[in-house]
């Protein structure tokens, strides 16, 4: 399984090689990559944060079915979790707006 | 961005109180545009405190222990479920009440004014989160400094130990310096956010996208005015506590 992974991350950074064929437009320094860049730390930020956020709700559901009678403080731990991990996604959205 | 139209009550704000506001901001060295001081998160927040004012102001008169009105039950509950969080995270919490609860109201009413068509919410300009934020973090040490003076406080920064005072020092510094930052991106990126992804929407279809992402956007404005109201909680709970030795 890990192995197929670090085959297809290898792929789609292979595939990604069309972007050096930019022309040199932007900043007179050469191309500006503040925005890519930006863009896809958001796009990491918000992948981990979906798969903490998952397994944050995978195991509050466990522990909702074994132990019914807690739903209620499992359920206050949940939502806190959610939001506190739903901000590390937003301080990457945030860092797009520092980069324009 | 770019910058945002005026709301009603800000292009009357500039309309009639432009040269007072100009003054102020000029006193303290701010660059504004002379002609229109009056910003959209300023002229909101100033209007959600009047409502705030005005509506707790009826309800103090319409107070009554034997016959209470329903008005008032609903807002005993909000009260209950404030003072609730906050004697969970802080002993001999009741003291800090007042002040979280204040917080909590206003961060509410400010995310869901922006609900409105014809109103903004303030919590959506950077400026304000980060006033809060400021707001808790001078709170949450002056508390500090009040339950343990203010000696006996900043040593507790350096740790359990005085051999690993080097390490915890530049530590715990940090991270108190990181929670009025992320207290003000959070609320700021989320509010943010969700009006762009329910604008965005509603540049594409209109009525049944539009109003899932703007029902999602309520629920986010709810959560985030209590994660707001929780985090404080705990931090002033942490400036308080006093371990038994």
Known sequence: MKRKLIYAGATLMALASPVLAQPAGGASGGTDWHLPFAYLAVGIASGL???????????????????????????????????????????????????? | MQAEAEVWSTALANRFLAGPLDAFWS???????????????????????????????????????????????????????????????????????????????????MNLIGI??????????????????????????????RSHGIGRYLIHFAGPVWWLAPIMLPIEIVSHIARPLSLTIRLFANMFAGEKITMIFLSLTFLIAPAVFMGLHVFVALLQAFIFMLLASIYVGGAVAHEEQ
């Open chain 2, 116 to 145: 409105i068509p014809g109103f903004e919410s303030p919590t959506q300009s950077p400026s304000v989160p980060a006033g809060l934020a400021v707001a808790v973090f001078v709170y949450y040490n002056y508390m500090g400094f």
């Open chain 2, 27 to 109: 006193a303290l060295g701010v660059a504004h545009d002379p002609a229109h001081p009056w910003e959209n998160w300023l002229s909101m927040e100033i209007l959600v405190v009047a409502i705030i004012i005005a509506f707790f102001a009826f309800l103090r008169s319409r107070l009554s222990a034997e016959n209470p009105s329903q008005l008032q039950l609903a807002f005993e509950g909000l009260y209950t479920f404030v003072a609730g969080q906050v004697n969970d995270a802080i002993d001999h919490g009741s003291k800090y009440v007042p002040f979280i609860g204040t917080l909590f109201i206003f961060i509410l009413l």
């Open chain 1, 49 to 100: 944060c979906g798969l903490g956020q998952g397994k944050a709700v995978a195991s509050s559901c466990e522990a909702m079915a074994r132990n019914p009678g807690a739903a209620a403080g499992i359920r206050f731990a949940l939502i806190l979790g959610l939001a506190l991990i739903e901000s590390l996604g937003l301080y990457a959205l945030f860092v797009t707006y520092i980069a324009k």
